[in-house]
């Protein structure tokens, strides 16, 4: 099966500008998430959602992050403005339920961020 | 939400069996354990999960004792290629708590 596809791949900007980026989960995942992860650290989750509901956004950066999953498929995540703390990788995982099924939950390569 | 310790790096010949702890001292009733692998560029990608005693699949196997304290991922005759990030999560198998990243365990396969 096809697996997570995220584009970018990579993206450069200067700070207070704004960027999106694109997620399309495994064909029939019902739940999608968004994490960050700054290099050197594990993976922080910034929101979950299960079809196009948010589950979960209590780390999600209100004031600058956004994010939406119309139709319950593909979803993308927005930064306005950027600050150069945000330069990262941008990971979407998806699953088939909460549970992660048999297999846990598949991530795509990511999107590499940079904020200069 | 279970705080997980593991080693920050370890090194192993390429060949040898590899075990990887965590610690996870306040696991709670209903917690699972999930470890994943990360190579440079990629993302996490599932190896394992278990909730007691031992599971096996085709590329590791996941040791947990009885008290669920703690628990090891073995990697049988390790390659080159497992060189990467292993990360430990501890957690309800529902719900994004189950998703929390510790920084994980630098492994080097050496030839």
């Known amino acids: 099966e096809a697996g997570v596809a995220q584009s970018p791949r990579y993206k450069i900007i200067e700070k207070r500008q704004s960027v999106a980026f694109w997620c399309n989960p495994i064909s029939g995942h019902a739940t999608l998430y968004w994490y960050q992860q700054i290099l050197g650290q594990g993976p922080k989750l910034l929101i979950q959602f299960q079809n196009n509901g948010v589950v979960d956004d209590s780390q999600l950066p209100k004031d600058r992050f956004s994010a939406e999953r119309l139709k319950g498929v593909d979803s993308t995540l927005k930064i306005q403005p950027a600050k150069l703390e945000d330069s990262a990788v941008y990971l979407c995982?998806?699953?088939?339920?909460?549970?992660?099924?048999?297999?846990?939950?598949?991530f795509g390569s990511g999107t590499r961020l940079t904020v200069v | 939400l279970a705080k997980t310790t593991q080693p920050i790096s370890m090194d192993s010949y390429e060949g040898q069996e590899v075990n990887i702890t965590c610690s996870h001292n306040n696991i709670a009733t209903n917690d699972y354990i999930t470890w994943y692998q990360q190579f440079p560029s990629q993302g996490p990608r599932f190896i394992i999960q278990?909730?007691?005693t031992k599971v096996t699949n085709e590329v590791a196997s996941l040791f947990i004792p009885a008290d669920r304290k703690s628990s090891t991922l073995s990697l049988p005759r390790v390659s080159l290629s497992d060189t990467a990030v292993y990360y430990c999560?501890?957690?309800?198998?529902?719900?994004?708590?189950?998703?929390?990243f510790g920084t994980g365990t630098r492994l080097t396969v050496i030839p």
């Open positions: 995982a998806s699953s088939l339920d909460l549970a992660g099924g048999n297999y846990g939950y598949t």
């Open positions: 999560l501890v957690g309800e198998r529902t719900g994004a708590n189950n998703l929390f």
């Open positions: 278990g909730y007691k």
